[in-house]
């Protein structure tokens, strides 16, 4: 008889446990449900904006909304007061998005391009003419020319020693990354557009306002490279070429007075006159 009652009561207290964890996993469940779908705020691209954009211009952009805390990512931006002030938008936001931090980066950091695994950076200072008007921009590519006037000549350097090398031309490196581009800081805007005299207003007459001080370019380049700019600097001249992919190199070569009014390699596509 006591081994009845004891297996009864042994069979009350487990079905009890069971009963007990069943309905702690189901409102376990249930809280993690209701958690998931739980709405919570966050900031919602309304209209294009495009990379660089101001921090101002993101909070122009955007507006609240609320989204299941589930789905929001971690790094969602919740207050536009807590965002720093000299942010800007690292990549063009579309609209539809949420507003992350990690798409916001500060404004130094968007004016340098990344420089390629064992590359060195170099920077020169060139008047605006020599670098394509001021317009160069970081994430460029640019063809470098370099220029001599005449060398004395030296003793086992060819030629008779006393004797002068010619002025010499030559489109010597190409494709080469542009990283930076810095302007004297009054001029940070020279590159804006102005009016040039139209009353229609309708911008036909635009013209591109250039710096009119030196810039620096900062360039990715290989240790040789590196050499040459650097010789070119201390004793010659630079010249920067705005070169896109799809530039044609070929025909190149060093240029002399006696070659100077000789015929020039025809664009692609055109023939030889």
Same mark, same amino acid.
């Not at 800081?185 to 710096?211: F, K, L, Y």
């Given at each position: ?5 004891? %297996? ?22 249930? &809280?993690?449900?209701? *958690?998931?779908? =739980? ?10 904006? *495009?990379?660089? *954009? ?16 589930? $789905? =929001? ?19 063009? #936001? +579309?609209? %539809?998005?949420?507003?992350? =931090?990690? /798409? ?5 950091? #968007?004016?340098? +391009?990344? @420089? ?5 950076? #170099?920077?020169? !200072?060139?008047?605006?003419? /020599? *670098? ?19 060398? &004395? /000549? ?22 080469? #990354? @542009? ?8 001029? !940070?805007? +020279? ?38 700019? $650097? ?10 070429? +705005? ?7 070929? %025909?190149? /070569? @060093? ?19």
């Amino acid at each position: 008889m006591n081994r009845k009652i004891t %297996g009864v009561i042994v069979a009350i207290v487990l079905a009890a446990v069971g009963t007990f964890a069943l309905v702690g996993y189901v409102q376990s469940a249930k &809280d993690e449900a209701v *958690a998931g779908e =739980r709405q919570v705020e966050a900031y919602v691209v309304r209209t294009a904006t *495009a990379k660089g *954009a101001t921090v101002d211009q993101v909070r122009d952009a955007v507006e609240k909304t609320e989204v299941p805390a589930k $789905v =929001r990512p971690e790094d969602a931006v919740t207050d536009l007061d807590e965002l720093d002030e000299g942010l800007v938008a690292a990549v063009d #936001l +579309a609209p %539809g998005e949420l507003l992350l =931090r990690s /798409r916001l980066i500060q404004a130094e950091d #968007l004016a340098r +391009a990344q @420089v390629p695994d064992g590359m060195q950076e #170099l920077t020169v !200072a060139l008047e605006p003419e /020599r *670098a394509v008007g001021g317009s160069l921009r970081a994430g460029d590519t640019v063809g470098a020319v370099l220029s001599f006037e005449p060398f &004395d /000549r030296q003793d086992g350097q060819g030629g008779d020693a006393g004797e002068q090398t010619p002025n010499m031309t030559h489109l010597t490196f190409h494709k080469v #990354l @542009v990283t930076s581009v810095q302007f004297d800081e009054n001029e !940070a805007e +020279a590159s804006t557009s102005i009016g040039g005299g139209n009353d229609s207003g309708d911008g036909d007459d635009e013209v591109e306002r250039a710096p009119s001080k030196r810039l620096l370019v900062t360039l990715a380049l290989t240790s040789p490279q590196v050499e040459q700019l $650097v010789f070119a600097a201390e004793f010659g001249h630079i010249w920067l070429t +705005a070169e896109n992919a799809q530039a044609d190199e070929s %025909g190149t /070569r @060093v240029v002399t007075l006696g070659e100077v009014f000789g015929p020039a390699a025809a664009p692609i596509g055109v023939p030889q006159q």
